[in-house]
């Protein structure tokens, strides 16, 4: 077989043209240099620089690496070493630096003495600026990672921990770097049920949210494929807490569901004529939207001085637990002598009572937790300016906590119940005056018309302080020339349908000119040809579905602040109107809108009994007009603002 071999001066010149600088020095003080191959020219120099003295090899090493360099080589050289490896910088004949690799052989005499040094140099300045600029990068990526607001790690297929960034640290409590990413993470003992290494591993991106069983934190994950230079994969995992978010999201939700509960109150509230009738289904979507374990109405009354006697009236309980209506506890519950004064006493101001059971008295503790009930929240309602009850809201076992968007918003609905409840004593109180007078007026209350086809009253039974003259006016004359035009031609159209149809009629028609009063009319036929119409007064009830309808529309859609205080100032409720213009002028509360002497002025306006009108607040270039109103019922005070027009922004008020 034939080998293909170079002679020496072949091999020689081949090495002396690349890359390769050989060098000969003398083991003397600057190295002198003995040979250096004629490739040097790539430092700009030319070896008789060198080797004709003109320039010493320890004149070009950078000034600042020249004493390490000289400790290494005398280090090296002390050792016995037969050679040895350096880096260090030189500067090339424009004065630039250049990274070297140096590895030296150690020339010795047959006594041992060192006397040259055989070496060759290679330019590494393109791998170490690579090296550093890889340095930079990485800091600068790894500076970028611990300031990330989130957790991040690397995992193998293998499950082990490769990498941790700083928040993670933190979280776990050490470096956990190695572990088996189950233990370190979740402190679990096999592989997470929800682990999506598989696909991860296959080179897929996976988003994703979960609940932690570590923390009970909401987390949104990304888990991305991370391929290494080698060809090996690992899991890229970056984990943003969003637990507020989800809580908000949870949140409006729930405040969506109760504002969606208080348009069906109000409707429901609107159709029945009984509390009874219609409070269960208005129960039952409170239940679900506020997403508790109870809900109830609780009838109180007073019973001697100071005390209060209890009585649950109506409930919803979610599936699956026992209900309390009928528990003796809650039947004639003496509320200051079972320890609940401070329910009689916050209640009876409008305020709301809510929290969680363990940080309540010990009074109350002992009754709820006996009950297993975690957290409460507890909203008075009035009817006609009177403390009469509470809607409550329990949560078995737990606890909760109760946002005061949730308990604004149920203001309405308690608003609502006291508006219906008084609505049915009204109504109650009249059902009672029609029996009291059944015999005597056949069940036929206030006023009674027989008219022909023609529209003439026949006959009149007038009512008492009622809307229309008397009957010796009426009789014999059409019902054009004593009703109002569209009353009169009510009556003759549900006439006509009447002796159309054989069908009693049953509607509604205003008799005072100015459309205050209202009555319902039932029609029936007296006669061939003749209808006999029974008109009831049910003006109260209409304007107490009036009252219904505003009061459940009144706080949430004015356009101005409203807010409700409380004798010491305390913000009870703030509308979205107020909370709107605090946030527009860039103030922290709705409260900071307000007059700066508010609560001074809420005092004095519950002691003086009076409105206080024309009070100023300016903030930035915004000027408001206040009203306080007082309500000595809850002692609490109404205050109304609005903006008053520009050219009265300037002038004090009257």
Known sequence: MNVVTLKPEEALRLFESGPTVTFKWKAADQWPVEYVSPNVAQFGYCPEDFTGGRILYASIVHPDDLARVAAEVRQHSEAGVPYFEQDYRILDSQGRVRWLYDFTVVGRDAQGAITHYYGYVQDVTARRQAQEAAQENWAKYRAIVDAYDGLIYIGSAEYKVEFMNRRFIERTGRDAVGELCYKALYDRDSVCPWCVNDSVFQGKTVRWEMLSPKDSRWYYVVNTPLVHPD???????????????????????RREAILEAIGFASEQFLKCRSLEHCIQPVLTRLGQAMNVSRVHVTEVRPVEPNEFIADRRYEWTAAGLPPQLYHAIWRAFPMRRQGFARWIDQLGRGQIVSGNVLEFPAGEQATLTAQQIGSVAILPYFVNSAWRGFLGFEVQGGQRAWALAELEALKTIVSLIGAAL???????????SEERHANLLNAIPDLMLRFDRSGIVLDVKSAPDGDMPDRAMMMGNALDLFLPAPAARGLREAAERLWKTGQRQVFDVALAEDGSRFYEVRMVSAAKGEALAILRDVTARKKADVAIAKLAAF???????LLELSEEGEVLFANQSARDMAATLGLEKPSDILPA??????RDCLAAGAARKGLLSKHANVTLAWTFMPIPESRTVHAYGFAPPADSQSRPPA
Request: aromatic letters at 2%; charged letters at 30%; hydrophobic letters at 30%.
């Open 231 to 253: 060809g090996r994969m690992s899991k890229m995992a970056m984990i943003q807490d969003v637990t507020e978010r989800k809580q908000a999201e949870a949140l409006i939700r």
């Open 422 to 432: 008084q609505r049915q004593e009204v109504e109650q109180s009249l059902r009672q």
């Open 597 to 602: 002497d508010f609560p001074s002025l809420c």
């Open 555 to 561: 706080p949430l859609n004015n356009p101005n602040p």
